[in-house]
């Protein structure tokens, strides 16, 4: 019996860091996020410049703290899912996979910011993080999202985040509006149209200018969809909330 508990351990040990890193893939395909991020970090256990595994585990890290409910608990992943990131951008300076990890944890962060000065400093590096994107692969549908997530957040500051935004950066961005938030999320929804985030951001849009019937649509469309990645769950359910909201008002 011990020599059949060691022999699965040398298995395991003498795992190559591609072998993990396919288990850590597959199992992120089905939705086991902690166990994926620990095939990847076995992987950098091994192989410390495996920029793949990187990026994956900073994006396993949000996902595992946005399942959290206590704001230091989810700013320790979100931390180390921004280390993880900007070691992916060092070792590739053009991986689209690595500076879209580190946006997803920049923005998660200012999320849960205390102050408005953190909130408007991501929001700068995100915008830069995303036009770099664009550059490196106009395709990329999720970055369209982000710029239109950009606009959609900077255009509905309060009084007290845009004096903070005059004082420290010298003056909001001339070009933020809501029309440009829903031009970049029909960008991102054209290219990936069975996107339940993408839809759930045009419609937020709608629902803050109160054009409910829009917003309704779209989220009617969004909870029918069938979940494809890990967050999709979480994001269903947000639209699902959404949309009781609008159906309370009507």
């Given at each position: ?13 003498g ?64 931390e ?16 689209v ?25 991501n ?19 999720p ?16 009084w ?26 029909e960008?991102a ?6 996107n ?12 803050y ?9 779209l ?25 009781d ?6």
């Amino acid at each position: 019996m011990m020599l059949g508990f060691m022999c699965v351990v040398l298995a395991v040990h003498g795992q190559s860091a591609n072998d993990l890193f396919a288990e850590g893939l597959a199992l992120e395909k089905a939705f086991k996020v902690e166990e994926a991020l620990a095939k990847y970090e076995a992987v950098l256990q091994r192989q410390p410049t495996h920029e793949e595994a990187l990026w994956h585990a900073s994006r396993m890290e949000s996902n595992v703290g946005g399942h959290l409910k206590e704001k230091s608990a989810k700013r320790t992943h979100y931390e180390k899912a921004q280390v993880y990131a900007q070691k992916a951008i060092q070792l590739n300076p053009q991986s689209v996979g690595g500076r879209f990890a580190h946006i997803i944890s920049m923005g998660l962060l200012s999320e849960i910011a205390d102050n408005p000065r953190e909130k408007i400093k991501n929001a700068k590096i995100i915008r830069e993080e995303a036009e770099t994107i664009v550059t490196l692969d106009s395709t990329f549908a999720p970055v369209y999202f982000v710029l239109g997530k950009w606009h959609y957040e900077l255009a509905k500051l309060n009084w007290l985040e845009q004096l903070a935004c005059d004082f420290f950066f010298g003056g909001m961005p001339e070009d933020v509006s809501m029309e440009k938030a829903i031009r970049h999320f029909e960008r991102a929804s054209t290219l990936d149209p069975d996107n339940i985030l993408f839809l759930f951001g045009e419609a937020s849009v709608y629902h803050y200018k109160k054009n409910y019937p829009r917003a309704k649509a779209l989220l009617v469309r969004a909870v029918r969809l069938a979940p494809r990645e890990p967050d999709d769950i979480l994001r269903k359910e947000k639209c699902q909330a959404m949309l009781d909201q609008i159906n309370e008002k009507s």
